[in-house]
């Protein structure tokens, strides 16, 4: 099971730069939680993160989340990021993935497939 971001026709990325996205996403989910004078990053991304082979693989907490990968593909003149959620996922990490899909499209633009088989399109920044 899988989300895709098809970024707009020109725009490509790299591993190196979904991780640094990655890593702003967390940033400001950290910032959120300074705000409300509690540890939100741990509750809203309860994952560690590992490269391997060109996949990022965040590690769920074990309890209620198991994980998911982070992909980058590319088919001709088309970009994806793929979020693919490994058998025995949870319904948290189903949701997490959706959130984080959610950003990365809002902040790089481009058609979103959802797990639900839904579409949503964003314009970027």
Do not use: C
Not at 20 to 37: D, I, N, P, V
Not at 65 to 75: C, D, L, P, R
Request: no cysteine; aromatic share 10%; hydrophobic share 35%.
């Amino acid at each position: 099971m899988n989300t895709r971001l098809k970024l707009p026709e020109g725009k490509t990325i790299t591993i190196e730069e979904a991780k640094q996205l990655l890593e702003r996403y967390r940033t400001a989910l950290s910032k959120t939680g300074e705000q409300l004078g509690w540890a939100y990053e741990q509750a809203a991304f309860p994952y560690t993160v590992h490269e391997r082979e060109a996949v990022l693989y965040l590690q769920g907490d074990g309890r209620l989340y198991k994980g998911m990968a982070i992909s980058v593909q590319t088919a001709g003149e088309e970009t994806f990021i793929d979020v693919a959620l490994p058998p025995g996922a949870t319904n948290g990490d189903k949701g997490k993935a959706n959130e984080f899909s959610k950003w990365l499209a809002k902040t790089l633009g481009g058609e979103l497939h959802l797990f639900s088989g839904r579409t949503m399109t964003f314009g970027g920044l």
